[in-house]
């Protein structure tokens, strides 16, 4: 169990960074250039950055290439979270719950917070510290 926790862990907190880094700098670097973001948006995005700028370029670079990180090491998330699941046996709605917490940015943390609780909580004997060499010899 504690392998398996700590694969969901490392997997929850990469997924969690890339997906914040993401969010809060590649999309406003390479989107808000003051133009629609979507086809036929009337509404302009904020013009903070030129189109083709340095920091344009920058957040086209993010979006690009975090974003196909983010995309390939949230199926690897998926696998180690269910499998996690499996172990400890959770609910579905749980579970689910879990899964779909990896694509909302600063959400994933408190899911990986709230399912290591759980484990930890359901499981205590694999969690206990080892006493010292000695004790109640």
């Given amino acids: 169990m504690k392998k398996a926790l700590t694969r969901y862990r490392v997997m929850a907190y990469a997924v969690g960074v890339l997906l914040i880094v993401l969010c809060l700098v590649g999309v406003p670097l390479a989107n808000f250039d003051g133009t629609p973001m979507w086809a036929g948006d009337r509404i302009p995005t904020p013009n903070w950055f030129d189109d083709g700028s340095r920091p344009d370029q920058f957040g086209h670079w993010i979006t690009g290439f975090l974003g196909t990180?983010?995309?390939?090491?949230?199926?690897?998330?998926?696998?180690?979270?269910?499998?996690?699941?499996?172990?400890?046996?959770?609910?579905?709605?749980?579970?689910?719950?879990?899964?779909?917490?990896?694509?909302?940015?600063?959400?994933?943390?408190?899911?990986?917070?709230?399912?290591?609780?759980?484990?930890?909580?359901?499981?205590?004997?694999?969690?206990?510290?080892?006493?010292?060499?000695?004790?109640?010899?």
């Avoid at 979270?81 to 400890?88: G, H, N, T």
């Fill in 69 to 137: 990180l983010h995309g390939w090491l949230y199926m690897i998330f998926l696998v180690f979270a269910f499998s996690l699941a499996r172990k400890a046996e959770w609910s579905m709605p749980f579970t689910l719950g879990i899964l779909a917490a990896g694509t909302i940015p600063v959400v994933s943390f408190w899911a990986e917070h709230k399912a290591t609780q759980r484990i930890r909580s359901d499981h205590p004997e694999e969690f206990r510290a080892p006493e010292p060499a000695g004790v109640g010899v």
